[in-house]
């Protein structure tokens, strides 16, 4: 068998979406072919390309990704599909098997077989999706000081901020506060179980005063994506806490007021970016690790709730348009293609 006609999504200038044909080739040694079962759009980075507030000029971190940040680009790192070939020298997968792939949206695609994590066999293959934000999260708690009994306040409530809740749950947090503009985010989180549901405007800081007997919070995670979520982050911390922000705000600005809490409680700014493990962990966590974890991860969390929205891959436009104008509707939008 040669080449398979496949199409894939490119973001060709700010808000636009083309799909562009592309060619599966044959796959040779240690490559494997894999057709398309459902892709997810993610709300931070992948909505930052889409609106081309990403630095132009900055490096693609991925080797499935193509064109570059000043568009046109085909990006995307969310993919699930079903082996359909396989290449000489190939051990871990076998045609028929269900793979996630860290590869941009695209109907058909060929790639080294190293790149594909093999799913549970009894795992609704969609929920695999959740595979690279479940790795996100983790890292995140992981990049954490969180201990047995503390309390966390996790700010942003799209996919990664409702994975890093539950996360957060299983780690220990005695109380869990949950941060979003948004009602059905809020009730989304309620559903999961955190203590308190809050917009950004109820007075965060005397709300989790009240809840920790006037400490603050211990840690306090920054995953909405909004700079200024930041500075409240930085403002509900009890002394000598943790704020974790893992939102990546491309171009954007942030200012921050560092001269009063921030200095005098001695509170502490961590990056968490999923391509580095904590190195706290190195003794006894490596890559291979987190990824076995995950997959289990995947198995055990509440991910099906979180797909608020399925759109067929010939109505792509239609699904990055949705999570742009209407995120007040949107948890995670999962695009389907026919296998």
Do not use: C
């Not at 890292?139 to 990664?160: F, K, M, Q, W």
């Amino acid at each position: 068998m040669s080449g398979i006609d496949a199409q894939a999504v490119w973001v060709t200038t700010p808000r636009t979406i083309e799909l562009r044909p592309e060619v599966a080739p044959m796959p040779g040694p240690g490559e494997i072919r894999v057709q398309a079962i459902a892709s997810a759009i993610s709300q931070g980075t992948e909505m930052l390309v889409y609106r081309g507030q990403v630095p132009p000029d900055m490096a693609l971190d991925l080797p499935t990704l193509q064109g570059s940040f000043a568009l046109p680009i085909k990006y995307g790192y969310a993919m699930v599909g079903r082996v359909i070939d396989v290449g000489p020298d190939v051990e871990r997968v076998a045609v028929g098997d269900a793979v996630f792939v860290l590869h941009p949206h695209q109907s058909v695609f060929t790639v080294p077989a190293d790149l594909a994590t093999p799913l549970p066999r009894d795992l609704d293959p969609t929920l695999g999706v959740f595979m690279a934000n479940v790795e996100t999260a983790l890292n995140i708690v992981h990049d954490s000081p969180l201990r047995l009994g503390e309390t966390a306040v996790v700010y942003g409530l799209g996919t990664v901020g409702l994975l890093v809740v539950q996360l957060l749950r299983m780690a220990g947090a005695a109380r869990l506060v949950a941060v979003d503009p948004l009602p059905h985010r809020r009730a989304t989180a309620e559903q999961l179980g955190v203590d308190l549901a809050l917009t950004p405007d109820d007075g965060l800081p005397g709300r989790v005063r009240e809840l920790t007997a006037g400490r603050g919070a211990d840690v306090a995670i920054e995953v909405s994506g909004a700079p200024a979520a930041l500075q409240s982050a930085i403002d509900v911390l009890a002394d000598e806490g943790t704020a974790v922000v893992a939102s990546w705000y491309g171009a954007k600005p942030v200012a921050l007021a560092l001269g009063d809490r921030f200095h005098r409680g001695r509170l502490r700014l961590r990056s968490s970016q999923v391509g580095h493990l904590n190195p706290s962990l190195a003794p006894r966590w490596d890559y291979a690790r987190r990824t076995a974890t995950v997959v289990d991860f995947l198995q055990r969390l509440q991910l099906a709730p979180l797909i608020t929205h399925r759109v067929p891959f010939a109505q792509a436009a239609n699904a990055w348009r949705l999570v742009d104008e209407h995120p007040d509707e949107v948890v995670q939008v999962a695009i389907e293609y026919q296998e």
